[in-house]
């Protein structure tokens, strides 16, 4: 069973104990909970993937205290990732960059290593506290909605040793992965960090080519095509109020955003909207519903991660 603990002296010195016994221990950061182990460890890595049940092509982020530990993951680090850094560290940008020689992959055979500083501060002060480099995925099942509680993780990973708890997450959505091993800055996958803020920071970033047309961007290399999945059936509807329901699973919910009846209404703002969706999401299945119709949100830039996440609850 795992054990919701305060982030407190005690806490993290048991959560401390627990990762350097190469175990895992589920923690908070400003995008979504993580499932942490140490980076280099491989008991503790394959813990992860067991935990998770996700597949091992798929690598993980590594969490790092600072720039100067980021620095040591690679050989070669750009120019680029120092201001890329620099201005969004700590916070949900993730840097892909080339993963030093000595090192091992972390759970994929590349020869790269994505990596980020996190901006909350229990995340921050274990990272410090265990001085270990802690690759994290969320922390739920693979293919399942990311957790924004501590609550969420412990409903979908009931045997993980110690949650430290740290209340709800500010972005709600996980961060935008960026590779930074070429010329050009390329997309992975959008999340909390908007591409309009990386391009000032930046110049241009390379989306992916294909699915650009609708403008929801390609995965990272890992990543499946259904993900963030509740059990319900996730529908997008250009209008839920003109869907035909007849044929559709029973109960049917509506997800929607301002200026739209239905049964989860959200923001009209696309950060409080996907600081609110996982949430939404989990309740929707928490209340046993059979059928969610999904209001696609406008096809613009700042709405990129959110319905890059729709789409991949709907697929
Ligand atoms: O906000 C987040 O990034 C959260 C919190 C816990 O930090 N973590 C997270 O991890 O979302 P995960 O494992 O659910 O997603 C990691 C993503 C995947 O799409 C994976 O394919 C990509 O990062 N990734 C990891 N290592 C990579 C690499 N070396 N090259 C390209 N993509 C990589
Ligand atoms: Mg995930």
Request: hydrophobic share 40%; aromatic share 4%; with cysteine.
């Amino acid at each position: 069973m795992s054990g919701l603990v305060a982030p407190d002296a005690e806490g993290l010195r048991r959560a401390v104990e627990i990762l350097r016994a190469d175990s895992v221990v589920a923690f908070p950061t400003e995008t979504v909970y993580g499932l942490g182990a140490h980076a280099f460890s491989e008991k503790a890595v394959a813990e992860i993937y067991r935990l998770k049940n996700r597949p091992t092509w798929n690598p993980l982020i590594v969490h790092v205290a600072d720039l100067a530990a980021a620095r040591e993951l690679t050989d070669e680090w750009p120019d680029r990732a120092d201001e890329l850094a620099g201005r969004f560290w700590p916070g949900p940008l993730t840097l892909v960059v080339r993963r030093a020689a000595h090192l091992p992959g972390i759970g994929a055979s590349n020869d790269t290593v994505a990596v980020r500083v996190p901006a909350h501060p229990v995340a921050l002060d274990l990272l410090r506290a265990s001085g270990l480099p802690l690759a994290a995925p969320s922390a739920n099942r693979s293919e399942g909605i990311s957790p924004t509680t501590a609550g969420h993780v412990v409903r979908s990973l009931p045997d993980v040793p110690l949650v430290l708890d740290g209340g709800t997450c500010s972005w709600g959505i996980e961060s935008t992965v960026l590779d930074v091993t070429g010329d050009v800055p390329r997309l992975l996958r959008p999340g909390a960090l908007g591409l309009r803020i990386l391009r000032d920071a930046s110049g241009t970033i390379a989306l992916p080519e294909s699915e650009t047309e609708d403008g929801v961007a390609r995965p990272s290399p890992g990543m499946s095509r259904r993900h963030y999945a509740p059990r319900a059936r996730a529908i997008l509807c250009k209008d839920v109020r003109d869907v035909d329901r007849s044929g559709l699973a029973e109960p049917i919910a509506t997800l929607v955003y301002e200026g739209t009846d239905g049964t989860e209404v959200l923001s009209a703002d696309p950060r409080e909207y996907a600081a609110d969706l996982y949430a939404a999401l989990h309740r929707l299945d928490d209340a046993g519903v059979a059928t969610i119709l999904v209001q696609e949100p406008p096809q613009t830039e700042d709405w990129l991660a959110v319905r890059d996440r729709l789409s991949r609850a709907a697929a």
